[in-house]
């Protein structure tokens, strides 16, 4: 559904992504992992259109994503869950959860948005006392709800998360993964998540992709990461300072 | 040094000056395109209204009643050297009108719009909230840029326009209340002083001012960089940006409107 072909990107002399290719098949959840700065959240946003690749294609559904057309249909099928939320402070949590569906081509009577909102919100485990709160007013986990329910309010076919858990503490890491696990098992939607989290592979990923030095190292079902044989791969995921990846002390 | 070596550099910075100016142009001409263009966000310009034009009343009106009996009280004390003093009402006017009204009030806009709009925006950047826009298929120029420029186009002249009657007013009350002016005098003379092309330059100076404000804001804001070191950068160079432009346009505009 999703596949990246050859993609580079540099900011500067920072080559961040150097030749990544990809495919993320339909209704699979796909992990992509790897160390801090390495590029995960550009390959995202290169895929979104929010940063332009230096070379190479992108293709969703084997349209090229950089010639889309009509750039708000193309968009409407996604959704995202930003690191830290994203949430628009001077909205009430209800207006950020159905902000495409006040507006745009999914506009709906508010009445209806509000409702789809609260129940999403329901869906991500928040009360309707929330609804009319505004995003500061709420924790960290909780802004983490309230942007997965934006993510999910409008039924997007491919959702992205970008460092679901992280600043979370363990046990609200544990349901932010549970409830992305079951949102996309139970919309069909296509994931990506980018994460090194690896509590979170295991309970979020079909299939595991790592990126290091601008290229996807390993690929795989996420049932083989601990079998892998790749040094890159095994050293991230059992934390170690030695190996092929350099630490900066 | 090496003259050609400062040859080099003088040419680096009248090209990053040019280069600056052109991105600028292109960032009006964008969001003046996204105001022609649907969809528009009439909740948002409300806001926008609301905060540049509503809730600047109370600095303008201070700034403008301050200076226009400041003024009056110069006039007055710098006339006497030549016998002059009974043109407090006409110069108070004129200089209101022509000048201090729009000039302050385009300062005061700076200072208190267009900080708010760069740090609010640059904020929303450095949060990806702006990305989250984006990804939410609503257009940041057009949800963020053209209410507030459109907001600041409308309010701007307003409040000039407020800012010119509240500034001869001071000068009308110390003239009367300390300087022994006749009441109806005073305002008569004020009126039959003031010309037609006075209260449209002093609007349209405004307009200009309000434009620049707003757009500096949004420039600065978009085009932020991380953190919060990134947020106070955008916030100082948009309001040293609008400042030193609101000055720039009030010296062109002066010369369009009068020069002989």
Not at chain 1, 5 to 27: I, S
Not at chain 1, 59 to 65: C, E, F, R, S, T
Not at chain 1, 129 to 140: F, I, K, N, Q, T
Not at chain 2, 161 to 181: E, H, K, P, R, S
């Amino acid at each position: 559904m999703i596949r990246m072909e050859n993609v580079h990107k540099a900011f500067g002399d920072n080559r961040v992504l150097q030749g990544m290719t990809l495919e993320v098949p339909r209704g699979t959840s796909t992990v992509i992992i790897g160390g801090s700065g390495t590029g995960k959240s550009v390959a995202l946003k290169c895929v979104l259109g929010l940063i332009k690749p230096d070379s190479g294609k992108i293709y969703v559904d084997g349209k090229d994503a950089a010639d889309t057309g009509d750039r708000d249909a193309f968009l409407a099928r996604f959704g995202m869950l930003f690191q830290g939320g994203a949430l628009f402070d001077s909205l009430p949590v209800w207006q950020n959860v159905a902000f495409r569906l006040l507006r745009g081509s999914l506009k709906r009577p508010v009445d209806e948005a509000r409702a789809i909102a609260i129940e999403k919100l329901r869906r991500v485990g928040l009360k309707p006392d929330v609804a009319d709160r505004l995003p500061a007013e709420l924790s960290g986990g909780m802004q983490k709800r309230v942007g997965l329910a934006r993510a999910i309010a409008a039924e997007p076919e491919i959702i992205f998360f970008d460092e679901p858990t992280t600043g979370l503490d363990p046990i609200m890491a544990g349901v932010i993964n549970e409830l992305i696990r079951e949102i996309v098992t139970e919309m069909g939607a296509t994931a990506m998540t980018i994460t090194h989290d690896m509590t979170s592979v295991r309970a979020i990923a079909d299939n595991v992709a790592m990126l290091h030095g601008g290229v996807i190292q390993w690929t795989g079902p996420v049932a083989q990461m601990d079998d892998s044989g790749d040094p890159y791969l095994d050293q991230f995921i059992h934390g170690r300072a030695e190996g092929p990846i350099e630490a900066v002390r | 040094m090496n003259p050609l070596d400062l040859l080099a550099r003088l040419g680096r910075l009248v090209m990053s000056v040019m280069a600056s100016f052109g991105r600028v142009t292109l960032f009006t001409l964008d969001a003046a395109s996204h105001i022609l263009r649907p969809p528009y966000y009439p909740r948002e310009l409300g806001i926008a209204l609301l905060n540049i034009g509503w809730l600047s009343l109370p600095v303008v009106g201070l700034t403008a009643i301050f200076t226009g009996g400041a003024l009056a009280l110069q006039i007055y004390a710098g006339g006497a050297r030549f016998n002059a003093e009974a043109v407090v009402p006409q110069i108070v006017a004129i200089g209101m009108v022509r000048e201090l009204g729009p000039v302050l009030v385009g300062l005061m806009i700076a200072a208190r719009v267009t900080s708010s709009i760069a740090a609010e925006i640059a904020t929303m950047k450095v949060t990806e909230q702006i990305d989250a826009l984006v990804t939410l298929s609503t257009h940041p120029m057009k949800y963020l840029t053209a209410p507030r420029v459109l907001a600041a186009l409308i309010t701007v002249p307003m409040l000039v326009g407020i800012g010119d009657i509240i500034g001869i007013m001071g000068g009308y009350t110390v003239a009367v209340q300390n300087l022994g002016f006749n009441a109806a005098a005073y305002l008569q003379n004020t009126v039959d002083f003031l010309e037609t092309r006075d209260v449209v330059s002093s609007l349209v100076k405004g307009a200009v001012f309000g434009v620049i404000a707003a757009v500096m804001g949004c420039y600065y804001g978009m085009n932020s960089g991380r953190g919060a070191q990134g947020v106070g950068r955008a916030t100082k160079g948009s309001v040293e940006a609008a400042a030193v432009l609101i000055l720039a346009a009030n010296f062109v505009l002066t010369g369009v409107f009068f020069s002989i």
